[in-house]
């Protein structure tokens, strides 16, 4: 049986295997490993209780109503705006995680595996690497939500720069995609890539939104987050409720991923291959709140 962390809306294991989305939000769910996080040094344990749970949601896609009042989850760095998320289909995410990807199950194994009798990591190495790895999957998760919303409709838009939720220091900017409308036929198409992808030329390389899944549109899917003065648990409890904050996002799907940063070989675990290269990747995409 699915987890219930990710599956939180009870759909049975066959539903749940062909949701469009799965792959890409399992990522995006935070196990509550919190001692990992602070066990590998990426949150100091010498910071106060308030200070180490403002610092964990560098590591957090989602917040949940320990950190904000919302209905379910919220998006923990929207904040009054509307956004895009490019959602990657299964398969594509299947494909990173099989050219090196982390996952939450894979960083934990490598923590747990690498721990001394007393529960502590043994080398400075094993800490950066698991840094690392925990990093990157936040900056190649958060290079998929972007500023600002574009649809798929039928006018036709040049390339169109949009910025990420992914932090470049040695840039000093959030990085980019690019997204444009081209004619397909009588209709038009949605594309998207990476800066990596547009900078090295092949800005007509993009990766195509997905129409339908399994038969279903999933076109322009429409959301909001709002977060209240408390947490609106039933119709009984609304009364009182103000929204103190609200996003909108549109959703797409897209068969392809985002990278945040040039893959090496064609692979994403080169980046923590030795602790000079954990170093540079961590001065440079450092993630922030």
């Known amino acids: 049986m699915m987890d219930d962390q990710y599956n939180p809306y009870g759909y049975s294991d066959e539903a749940w295997e062909q949701n469009p989305y799965r792959a890409f939000y399992e990522l995006c769910m935070f196990p509550g490993s919190e001692e990992l996080v602070k066990g590998c040094g990426l949150v100091s344990q010498a910071l106060s209780t308030e200070e180490?749970?403002?610092?964990?949601?560098k590591?957090?896609?989602f917040t949940n109503t320990d950190y904000a009042n919302g209905l379910d989850y919220?998006?923990?760095?929207?904040?009054n705006y509307h956004y895009t998320?490019?959602?990657?289909?299964n398969d594509a995410i299947k494909d990173a995680i099989a050219k090196g990807l982390p996952t939450w199950e894979d960083i934990e194994?490598?923590?747990?595996?690498?721990?001394?009798?007393e529960g502590n990591l043994q080398t400075s190495e094993d800490s950066l690497r698991i840094q690392t790895k925990i990093t990157y999957l936040t900056n190649f998760i958060r290079n998929h939500f972007a500023d600002s919303s574009v649809f798929a409709d039928n006018s036709e838009v040049e390339d169109k720069e949009m910025v990420t939720a992914s932090y470049d220091s040695d840039n000093e900017r959030f990085c980019k995609i690019h997204v444009d409308r081209i004619k397909a036929g009588d209709k038009t198409k949605l594309r998207?890539?990476?800066?990596?992808?547009y900078l090295n030329g092949d800005k007509n390389n993009k990766i195509e939104t997905v129409d339908e899944v399994n038969g279903k549109d999933v076109r322009n899917i429409l959301a909001r987050d709002v977060s209240c003065n408390k947490?609106?648990?039933?119709?009984?409890?609304?009364?009182?409720?103000?929204?103190?904050?609200?996003s909108a996002a549109v959703i797409h799907v897209i068969d392809g991923v985002l990278n945040h940063t040039a893959l090496v070989n064609g692979r994403h675990d080169s980046t923590w291959q030795s602790k000079e290269s954990c170093k540079r990747y961590l001065k440079r995409y450092g993630a922030r709140k």
């Open 52 to 57: 180490q749970k403002s610092a964990m949601k």
């Open 59 to 61: 590591c957090r896609i």
């Open 74 to 79: 919220n998006v923990q760095f929207f904040n």
């Open 85 to 89: 998320i490019f959602v990657p289909t």
């Open 109 to 117: 194994k490598d923590y747990n595996s690498h721990c001394n009798s």
């Open 192 to 197: 998207v890539c990476d800066d990596e992808t």
């Open 231 to 246: 947490i609106p648990r039933d119709v009984a409890a609304m009364e009182g409720i103000r929204i103190d904050a609200s």
